[in-house]
Structures are given as C-alpha cells and as structure tokens.
Nanobody, 124 residues
Framework: QVQLVESGGGLVQPGGSLRLSCAASGSIFSITTMGWYRQAPGKQRELVADITSVGNTNYADSVKGRFTIARDIAKNTVYLQMNSLKPEDTAVHYC??????????????????WGQGTQVTVSS
C-alpha cells in the first residue's frame, strides 16, 4: 500500500558529503514522522535523525552538527544531508515513516513503513 524508495547512497572519502533521499508513495492520507536509521555490520539498527510534520527534528548525538534532516511535505520526501562523513558512519541507511492510510471502510489508521535500505560507505 505504501512504498518508501531511498536513493543517494554510495562510497565517499572521509570528510566528504552525501545526500540521501526517500520518497513515499501509495495510498497515503498523511505522514507524521519521517526519519533515517542505520545499521552497521554486527550492530543494532539505530536512529540517525527524524523530523515531524511540523518540522521538529531529533538527531543522534554522533551526527549532531554534521547531518541535517529536511522534508518536503508536498512531495512526501525526506532528505538527509551528511557532511564531514567518518568511517564509523558506514552502514546501511534505512528510511522510516509513520503513515496514516485510509482503509476500505473509511477508517484512518497509522502504520509504520521501512525502505529497502541504501549503503553508505566512508573509506579512503
């Protein structure tokens, strides 16, 4: 019913930048919070940053001052600008969204969705 499609991952040298994008599509009534998570090999998935529908943001301490999350409400898209990248930022980055959808009986429910993930590798 709802798909999240990420783009923008890749290989970058330490100190470099990347911009991730995630577009939501499907039977969307509205989207509340959108965010980015990441999972490095052998580690648990962790929150990187998220943003509410009114623009309130939340960042992991490890990325504060380096990453910026932004959102285009009209396009159902969230972005993550990653600057001053470090090798420890290497991980699969996943988009996540809390989406209100309208069921066939007219009921509006809130469901959580994940993207397929995009690899970010920081290495010289």
């Amino acid at each position: 019913q709802v798909q999240l499609v990420e783009s923008g991952g890749g290989l970058v040298q330490p100190g470099g930048s990347l911009r991730l994008s995630c577009a939501a599509s499907g039977s969307i009534f509205s989207i509340t919070t959108m965010g980015w998570y990441r999972q490095a090999p052998g580690k648990q998935r962790e929150l990187v940053a998220d943003i509410t529908s009114v623009g309130n943001t939340n960042y992991a301490d490890s990325v504060k001052g380096r990453f910026t999350i932004a959102r285009d409400i009209a396009k159902n898209t969230v972005y993550l600008q990653m600057n001053s990248l470090k090798p420890e930022d290497t991980a699969v980055h996943y988009c996540n969204a809390d989406v209100q959808i309208r069921l066939s009986d007219g009921t509006i429910v809130l469901r959580n969705y994940w993207g397929q993930g995009t690899q970010v590798t920081v290495s010289s």
